[in-house]
């Protein structure tokens, strides 16, 4: 009996101890192929990111660059091109007695022809003089056009540099534009004072000419009045030396 109590206090601090003998801990397992996976996908993830960030850099660049193209020319020349195109308009209007204008010259010049014995000599003398003096204006005023063509040229030198520096130092194609533009008007002046020079110099040559086939038609009734006088012409002696 005694033996019996000994065996079953044996099993059961047996029991106690194997009770309170803790469990194993648990031992995490590293798979490979998951790692490997995780990391290209947060390779891909990075990826993605980058490109996202260079794509906003060239799409800022692009609006960047769009905005320069917008930008106007800081420097502008219309007003002194306008200026020495009314400088030359306002010239070309200060003529004198024929102006360029058909009807006005059509009804000036027939002054210059149709002589006939109506007019008297005063009125013939009269007509040559005023032929004269429109004459001498003519050379005069296309003097005058030639003048301020030449000093036109100054400003012409002045406004090519800065345009084309201009040019030069744009930032975008509407600046670029701009100066072309500047630069066309530029040239648009210059050829519009070649054109009043080249209309300067072709009406006096035209007065001119006309002043000398009026004269010439003139010398002709002046000619004919004088031999069909009452007493024509007499010969006479002409002491010429004393």
């Not at 996202?52 to 091109?81: C, E, G, K, W, Y």
Request: hydrophobic letters at 40%.
């Amino acid at each position: 009996m005694t033996r019996i109590r000994s065996l079953a206090v044996v099993i059961t601090i047996s029991a106690s101890l194997l009770a309170a003998v803790p469990c194993p801990a648990q031992i995490a397992v590293f798979d490979p192929s998951n790692y490997s996976q995780n990391l290209m996908t947060a390779a891909n993830t990075l990826k993605q990111i980058d490109n996202q960030l260079t794509a906003l850099q060239n799409q800022t660049q692009m609006l960047l660059n769009q905005a320069r193209h917008l930008t106007s020319l800081p420097t502008s020349l219309l007003n002194d091109i306008d200026r020495t195109f009314t400088q030359t308009q306002n010239l070309l209007k200060q003529v004198d007695k024929i102006a360029y204008d058909v009807q006005a010259i059509e009804q000036t010049f027939q002054k210059y022809q149709g002589f006939s014995a109506s007019q008297s000599d005063q009125q013939l003398i009269n007509g040559a003089r005023d032929r004269w003096q429109t004459s001498v204006s003519a050379f005069q005023h296309s003097m005058s056009v030639g003048a301020t063509a030449v000093n036109n040229l100054l400003a012409t030198q002045s406004h090519t540099d800065t345009l084309i520096g201009a040019s030069q130092s744009a930032v975008g194609v509407l600046q670029v534009s701009q100066a072309g533009n500047q630069l066309l008007a530029v040239q648009a002046r210059q050829m519009a004072d070649l054109t009043a020079l080249v209309a300067a110099q072709g009406r006096a040559q035209s007065i001119e000419q006309a002043r000398q086939t009026a004269g010439e038609d003139q010398a002709r009734e002046q000619v004919r009045r004088f031999l069909t006088s009452g007493r024509g012409y007499q010969p006479q002696s002409v002491q010429m030396f004393h």
